[in-house]
């Protein structure tokens, strides 16, 4: 998100003036009053003090597209949010204005595009900014995962009644109530797949980050007696009390599971271990299914990730879905990094197809007591289910 609010003080009197002059343009005047105040260089990235609300912010409570191009065009920053966190997309989404709401969404994309493109492979230092910065939550060591994996975490259960771990700093790393988007994320990933059906041999998983275990459990319960169980369940976890929990639990001691100790970069992103990844994938062929749910790990990370999917999925029913939680407390943005996602899928050779559920749960006061930081705001979770394109 971007946080470019400039103080007065430092911007000459002069550009000062036209800033003002935007705002005010942004509101009532026509649009070739804005397009000259752009041209004459004012800077459509200033933000009021009383609102925190920039000139697209003006333009986008107006409904007028045009206004909103020029903003655009000119360099207005479609993701600057004002004092609530909003930015003009969700003036947008208020108003019902869908036209205006496509016009940022689509910068938001077409700019995010172009930094990733800019920026070259992906390097978790490639951030600039004016771009999203996507972390599941922020700073502490909810924003660094080398940090996060040295943190002391907790398991407890929260006011809602349902289990949860929590990090050192008490940012919530699993939630109980994400239990039903599991239990979607498996159902859209076995039940249709070859593999998975009566009298098949079963499915090969690679789960990434265990938490709770939740997803774990609903993969190992798919089998019915006449459903097969996974035939290999491949776990990587990295942070040392989650692997302990696992061996307590008894998670390692079952049939066909295999635990990955370490960082899925440790394994992935290592061509001379790749192979003992796959050992888990009849003939090294790739897993029928792959799900990713980290901590503490940016976009930039989940993109790397994407980038080795041609290397472990099975190329012709593989199936792959991530925790899409990126952005998400903020409606355009999390509209933004999803189709951010989808566009570099497809640069790797997969197509996505997004499954709306709705998730009231999340929504409960009572799910957040004792956690520092809500990392969900929406009623709606858009899952993604990956294939490799046929060719
Ligand atoms: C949100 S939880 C996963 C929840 C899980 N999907 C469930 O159903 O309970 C994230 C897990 O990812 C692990 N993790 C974080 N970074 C990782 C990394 N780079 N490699 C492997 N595991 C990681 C964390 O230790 C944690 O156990």
Redesign the pocket.
């Known amino acids: 998100m971007s946080d470019i609010k400039m103080d007065e003080a430092h911007l000459p009197t002069d550009l000062l003036e036209l800033a003002h002059r935007l705002l005010i343009a942004a509101q009532a005047a026509p649009a070739s009053e804005v397009q000259k105040l752009v041209e004459a260089g004012a800077p459509t990235w200033y933000q009021d003090d009383s609102l925190g609300w920039s000139a697209l912010h003006y333009a986008a409570e107006r409904k007028e597209p045009q206004i909103l191009e020029i903003l655009l065009k000119g360099g207005a920053i479609w993701n600057s949010v004002d004092k609530w966190g909003r930015t003009a997309g969700e003036v947008c989404i208020s108003l019902g204005d869908e036209e205006g709401w496509e016009i940022i969404r689509n910068e938001g994309i077409r700019s995010e595009m172009l930094h990733h493109a800019l920026a070259g492979p992906s390097s978790p230092q490639s951030d600039s900014s004016t771009n999203m910065k996507l972390k599941?939550e922020d700073k502490t060591s909810a924003g660094d995962?080398l940090t996060?994996?040295k943190s002391k975490?907790t398991w407890d259960v929260g006011k809602d009644g349902k289990e949860r771990?929590l990090d050192a700093d008490g940012n919530g790393?699993?939630m109980g109530w994400?239990?039903p988007l599991?239990v979607e994320?498996v159902k859209l990933m076995t039940h249709d797949h070859p593999n998975a059906q009566p009298g098949a041999e079963g499915m090969t998983i690679m789960?990434?980050?265990?938490?709770?275990?939740?997803?774990?459990?609903?993969f190992q319960s798919t089998q019915s007696p006449s459903h097969p169980k996974p035939l290999n369940h491949t776990i990587?976890?990295?942070?040392p009390?989650?692997l302990q929990y696992i061996k307590d639990k008894g998670v390692d001691k079952l049939p066909g599971v295999r635990i990955l100790e370490?960082?899925?970069?440790?394994f992935l992103l290592d061509p001379e271990r790749l192979g003992e990844v796959l050992q888990g994938t009849p003939g090294g062929m790739g897993y029928d299914a792959i799900?990713v749910?980290?901590?503490?790990?940016g976009y930039e990370?989940l993109k790397a990730f994407f980038e080795v999917l041609p290397d472990i999925l099975e190329p012709e029913n593989g199936i792959f879905s991530f925790?899409n939680?990126l952005g998400a407390t903020n409606a355009t943005i999390y509209a933004v990094s999803s189709s951010l996602a989808e566009l570099h899928l497809e640069d790797v050779g997969l197509d996505t197809t997004w499954h709306d559920v709705l998730i009231p749960e999340s929504l409960r006061e009572e799910v957040w007591k004792g956690v520092r930081r809500r990392y969900w705001e929406l009623p709606g979770y858009k899952l993604p289910i990956a294939k490799m394109k046929l060719m």
């Not at 789960?207 to 609903?218: M, P, S």
């Not at 370490?262 to 440790?266: K, L, P, S």
């Not at 749910?293 to 790990?297: G, I, N």
């Open positions: 599941a995962n996060f994996l975490l771990v790393v699993m994400e239990e599991m994320h789960n990434v980050g265990f938490g709770l275990g939740i997803v774990d459990r609903l990587i976890e990295a942070h009390q989650v370490g960082r899925w970069q440790d799900f749910d980290t901590f503490a790990e990370d925790w939680g």
